[in-house]
């Protein structure tokens, strides 16, 4: 779940709406687990990903991050999350896809003390810090993944230089986001410029819209139950909710959402 609006253009006033909004999530929304605070993948035909029971209630999420990591064999490798929300998708990659070690990072103190209280697994640990300053050693990880946080960043190509920084040479960042008809120049400028190696990338606009059909009910549910009626407007659209701004945008063209995996040399 994520909203980006032009009016927040200015980076230091959208980093600190962000510092606002994701504690404040955290507070309401952990009552419940709710364990992903991203939007949804739902192939066609469907992708049948075999689920534990306790995993299938988050499936269209969970989708999502298994396209973007299955990317690259992330098998025994050291992985790094920058921006792991409330830790969902850092569970389910390092119990199946079997890295070494899984390190989830976000900015909002609330969500990684959540994070840490629930997700017990072994290999997996989650550290508070800045996408744009990672507090990490050069050359550290073996994979970033990176799903639907990117356009919170203020400045989006010290986000990437910082991953180029910390990956190994031959690691790959596995990545996801979505910017509207006006951002997309800007994005697509700063993912060309950067210190690392295009191998693929694709729009997956049908795929996400489709989860979010998936999961339009549940949130619903969630925001009624945990926000207050003047903030339902901004809710239905960080949920994609069916009908929302973000939803038409998307299903109109006029926001795209891209998958994609980088190198670095």
């Keep these: 779940m994520s909203l980006i609006d032009p009016l927040f253009s200015v980076g230091f006033l959208r980093k600190a709406i962000w510092r ?20 949804a993948f739902e192939p066609e035909p469907p992708m049948a990903l075999p689920l534990d029971p306790a995993d299938e209630p988050n499936r269209a999420c969970i989708q999502l991050y298994h396209h973007v990591a299955t990317q690259a064999d992330l098998r025994a490798k050291r992985v790094l999350e920058v921006s792991c929300g409330h830790g969902g998708g850092a569970s389910y990659l390092a119990r199946t896809l079997r890295p070494s070690r899984y390190t989830g990072l976000d900015l909002n103190p609330a969500g990684i003390a959540f994070c840490r209280q629930r997700h017990q697994v072994a290999g997996l640990d989650f550290v508070q810090g800045d996408a744009e300053n990672l507090p990490f050693a050069g050359s550290s990880f073996d994979a970033v993944v990176n799903v639907e946080a990117s356009h919170c960043y203020p ?15 031959g690691g790959h960042l596995l990545y ?11 994005w697509e400028q700063a993912l060309a410029a950067a210190p690392l190696r295009l191998l693929r990338s694709r ?32 809710g239905r659209d960080f949920a994609g909710i069916r009908g929302s701004r973000i939803y038409n945008a998307l299903q109109e063209g006029r926001l795209s959402y891209r998958s994609y995996c980088f190198a670095k040399d």
Excluded at 176 to 186: K, S, V, Y
């Design 20 to 39: 606002l909004w994701y504690p404040f999530l955290t507070r309401r929304l952990t009552q419940e687990e709710v364990l992903f605070l991203n939007y």
């Design 155 to 169: 400045h989006f190509p010290r986000f990437l230089a910082e991953v180029a920084r910390v990956l190994k040479p």
């Design 176 to 186: 996801a986001d979505f910017r509207f008809d006006e951002g997309l120049a800007g």
């Design 203 to 234: 729009v997956i606009n049908a795929e996400v819209l489709r989860g979010m059909d998936r999961n339009s009910q549940r949130s619903q549910i969630l925001l009624a139950r945990h926000l207050p009626k003047f903030m339902h407007s901004l």
